[in-house]
């Protein structure tokens, strides 16, 4: 199985900041890796797929790119709601696999 | 509205079955892969399985090869998880989501669309 590697697990930051969450996959992957956000007792929401296309409706400062084994997910100008978990998958091979999560939290 | 709302979560003991449900709505059900999700509580997402469009092909995680079997009713639109041999690891809020399609192909991941989630609890 691939192993997704999300750093780092915990993130704080203020309302404004620029922030990366960083995934690696234990082999490569192509351009198959997807982001998600999850907010407490919610289901998640699709941001990004294949590395770096935004999903309909999604804002512009959540950006994608990455390619291979190494990917990463920027939100710019944090607001109040960006304050989420947030998660990569691999969908390059079965099983299908997720990091184990970025909690991006208020300093 | 495009919605998929799940049902069927529950209570089981350890060695119990359940049957989940996913019903959809608000777009052309046949036209996309599903697929299940779960989390376990305070834990991260954990793929499941996946259905092509027709049903011919279905792709699971090894921890529930032989126990679950997914399955779908296009005609019903509606989406299944058979749960046997429960274990007390299977415990978690189970979703369902849609496999995104582009004006021109439609495919197993980008999951754009997700249901609200079931609760399964399997405890003595």
């Known amino acids: 199985d691939i192993q997704m590697t999300q750093s780092p697990s915990s993130l704080s930051a203020s309302v404004g900041d620029r922030v990366t969450i960083t995934c690696r996959a234990s082999q490569g992957i192509s351009k198959y890796l997807a982001w998600f956000q999850q907010k407490p007792g919610k289901a998640p929401k699709s941001l990004i797929y294949d590395t770096s296309i935004s999903q309909s409706g999604v804002p512009s400062k959540f950006s994608g790119s990455g390619s291979g084994t190494d990917f990463t997910l920027t939100i710019s100008s944090l607001q109040p709601e960006d304050f989420a978990t947030y998660y990569c998958?691999?969908?390059?091979?079965?099983?299908?696999?997720f990091g184990q999560g970025t909690r991006l939290e208020i300093k | 509205e495009v919605q998929l709302v799940e049902s069927g979560g529950d209570l089981v003991q350890p060695g119990g079955s359940l049957r989940l449900s996913c019903a959809a709505s608000?777009?052309?059900?046949?036209?996309?892969?599903m697929s299940w999700v779960r989390q376990a509580p305070g834990k991260g997402l954990e793929w499941v399985a996946n259905i092509v469009q027709g049903g011919g092909e279905k792709y699971y995680v090894d921890s529930v090869k032989g126990r679950f079997t997914i399955s779908r009713d296009n005609a019903k639109n509606s989406l299944f998880l058979q749960m046997s041999s429960l274990r007390v690891e299977d415990t978690a809020v189970y979703f369902c989501?849609?496999?995104?399609?582009?004006?021109?192909?439609?495919?197993?991941?980008?999951?754009?669309?997700w249901g609200q989630g079931t609760v399964v609890t399997v405890s003595s």
């Open positions: 608000g777009f052309t059900f046949n036209r996309h892969w």
């Open positions: 989501a849609r496999g995104m399609c582009t004006s021109t192909n439609c495919y197993a991941a980008g999951l754009d669309v």
């Open positions: 998958q691999q969908y390059y091979t079965y099983p299908i696999t």
